[in-house]
């Protein structure tokens, strides 16, 4: 399965031919607290190097609509952004990513979360890859941070501030605790991965819409517990033939918060891992086997 993944050829184009610009994106953030970080985020989007008449953000809040409303009104002037509501059912990301993909008029979706802070050229280091291929998805590395002391004026008068911030331990990265990306031994070897849908993390990823809607969006079944709703989203795209690529110059810096408990984030993973394996026994195996993985 990992030679259906070797995504070279699309690669090389990215690396040896020029950029454009034509097409459009919708940058969908779910949201459900946090007004200071989701400022931050928002801010970030402001500065890209790609055209802003190309970007619009769709903020898809499924709680604390106030503060969502706040921030969507805060950044009107500065960027097309918009507010969509959803009632609170527990941890909802599927919902709110789909609730977003479907008022999205573009053709681009970058999934991404309320608290990634994202360089100047984030948005264009995806959407090289869309320019060059529509059987493609891109995946973009993590970097977490402790952000709390970071304004958004920060963000805009020297992005240096954020960019230099060392890496800490992050329960949203690893149970254990880890300073790097957990993915990246598996990212470094995508075009040979027998499940590159494993590092497929809904909190910096890029989809065609029309491939989204083709594999019957993002499967709110997951809905009530934390996790897996992305690597089961990843996977169907993979099986329709879509390659999962790995866009490393597409960090993000995501904000340390408290917001999900290291016990809400263990049990709903437990919940949704036994989803996702039995729907993808294989993958199970692999998880475990391979991996070595029990969460």
């Known amino acids: 399965m990992g030679l259906f993944n070797d995504y070279t050829d699309i690669e090389h184009k990215v690396k040896t031919e020029p950029r454009g610009h034509e097409l459009s994106l919708s940058v969908v953030i779910p949201f459900h607290a946090g007004r200071g970080i989701l400022a931050k985020t928002v801010t970030s989007l402001t500065q890209q190097t790609y055209p802003k008449d190309r970007i619009e953000v769709i903020i898809a809040a499924d709680a604390n609509h106030t503060d969502a409303k706040f921030i969507t009104e805060q950044y009107e002037r500065e960027i097309d952004i918009k507010l969509v509501t959803l009632s609170s059912n527990g941890w909802g990301a599927a919902s709110s990513r789909n609730a977003g993909i479907y008022v999205a008029r573009n053709d681009v979706i970058v999934s991404l979360d309320a608290d990634m802070i994202c360089p100047p050229s984030f948005l264009e280091s995806?959407?090289?890859?869309?320019?060059?291929?529509?059987?493609?998805?891109?995946?973009?590395?993590?970097?977490?941070?402790?952000?709390?002391?970071?304004?958004?004026?920060?963000?805009?008068?020297?992005?240096?501030?954020?960019?230099?911030?060392?890496?800490?331990?992050?329960?949203?990265?690893?149970?254990?605790?880890?300073?790097?990306?957990?993915?990246?031994?598996?990212?470094?070897?995508?075009?040979?991965?027998?499940?590159?849908?494993?590092?497929?993390?809904?909190?910096?990823?890029?989809?065609?819409?029309?491939?989204?809607?083709?594999?019957?969006?993002?499967?709110?079944?997951?809905?009530?517990?934390?996790?897996?709703?992305?690597?089961?989203?990843?996977?169907?795209?993979?099986?329709?033939?879509?390659?999962?690529?790995?866009?490393?110059?597409?960090?993000?810096?995501?904000?340390?918060?408290?917001?999900?408990?290291?016990?809400?984030?263990?049990?709903?993973?437990?919940?949704?891992?036994?989803?996702?394996?039995?729907?993808?026994?294989?993958?199970?195996?692999?998880?475990?086997?391979?991996?070595?993985?029990?969460?």
């Open 126 to 295: 995806h959407m090289v890859w869309f320019h060059k291929s529509t059987k493609i998805a891109t995946i973009g590395p993590k970097k977490f941070v402790e952000a709390s002391k970071i304004q958004p004026a920060d963000i805009v008068r020297n992005f240096t501030l954020i960019s230099s911030l060392p890496e800490i331990h992050s329960v949203s990265n690893n149970l254990i605790g880890s300073r790097k990306d957990k993915r990246i031994p598996e990212l470094k070897d995508l075009k040979i991965h027998p499940f590159p849908s494993n590092c497929f993390h809904g909190g910096n990823l890029a989809y065609w819409r029309e491939d989204a809607l083709d594999v019957g969006l993002w499967d709110e079944t997951f809905n009530g517990n934390y996790g897996y709703e992305d690597i089961d989203f990843g996977q169907r795209l993979f099986e329709k033939g879509t390659k999962l690529v790995l866009e490393g110059d597409a960090t993000t810096y995501h904000q340390e918060s408290n917001f999900v408990s290291r016990n809400e984030r263990r049990n709903g993973l437990s919940m949704n891992r036994i989803k996702l394996y039995e729907r993808y026994p294989a993958l199970g195996r692999f998880r475990r086997d391979i991996l070595g993985l029990v969460r």
